[in-house]
């Protein structure tokens, strides 16, 4: 059996880390993706434990999972607009803050509220330039429609999203200063914006003036958000398998499949049932230049894992089910477990299994 291991001490020490950053701001737990992995009720159950009662997501299934979960008063605020009337119909049935990100999704939002006799809370989307969603920072007559003709729709929040390559990275201080403007607009014409939160992961983590009144984490969560030396994160999930088969093969005999491996000399093998199939291998994309792709690929050829106190290395790529495992020096045989790198996100036919 394959198991996706998950260090709840680690996510605890994370949080820490997180809520420090954080300062006095509220904190949403980002649960997108299947909670990054560990599943979308594991995540947030993890989180609770920790006093976060704020969630967000990005699809339906997410919010259904947590309210079936017995989430029933914590907030869940969906991070993606829709005019789809069934999403629609779903989400206020669930209680969750919607996202009105255009004069069309809110448009779409309040007439089915209107309908319903009912008010549906939302928070507008603002883009600052990351280009996904939200009312652009120059047509602020289109977000003072949203306040002023949405009667069936309570604005409790604003928000958006910013994007940086590196800590300090100045164009993260353009962003703010826009989303700001934006933000004086609407008090200046007499609304007010309620919960304001434009940090992510990695924002949160390196510019203490994008805090707000609220900060979104996710991937630095399990500490596999973009990484600096001094972030203090811990990386969470590892993968567990046992050993499928173990033997000898001559020297010039072939290993690998898309780039076979000639054996050099005789070699002990160990086959260990996890693949790129199975999501062994993959990794989030990096940005950076020259030298962070080289590191990668250094990293990715030095690969190894761990049988018992031993560390074994890949002998040729990684397979499609099946990775051979280099074991001449290493005592072991079929059956025995082996440990490795295994990124929550990408995991597939694994049993998640909290420790």
Known sequence: MRKLVIEKAAVKHNLAVIKERAGGAAIYGVLTGNGGGVGVVNLARLLRDEGIGRFAVTEVAE???LRKAGFEDEEILMLRATTDREELERLVDLNVVCTVSSVDTGMALNALAENRSTVAEAH???DTGMGYGGFLVGEPEKILLAYRSLPNVALSGIYTQLHAVRPS???IGTQLKLFQQVLDTIHRAGFETGMVHAAGSYTLLHDEHARFDGVRAGSAILGRCRRTRDDRL?????????LSEVR???KGHTVGWNRAVVLKKPTRVAVLPVGFQNGYGQARPREGGFWTMLRAWRKANARTV??????????GPIGTTETLLDVTDI??????????EMDPLFARDFTVELR
Do not use: M
């Not at 811990?234 to 046992?242: M, N, P, S, W």
């Not at 761990?306 to 002998?315: E, N, P, S, V």
């Open 63 to 65: 919010a259904e999972a």
């Open 124 to 126: 507008i989307q603002v």
């Open 169 to 171: 990275d100045p164009e």
């Open 234 to 242: 811990k990386t969470v999930g590892y993968g567990e398998a046992a």
């Open 248 to 250: 000898w093969l001559p």
């Open 306 to 315: 761990r049988i018992g106190d031993r560390r074994a290395r890949l002998l």
């Open 331 to 340: 005592r072991c045989s079929a059956g025995d477990l082996v440990t490795f």
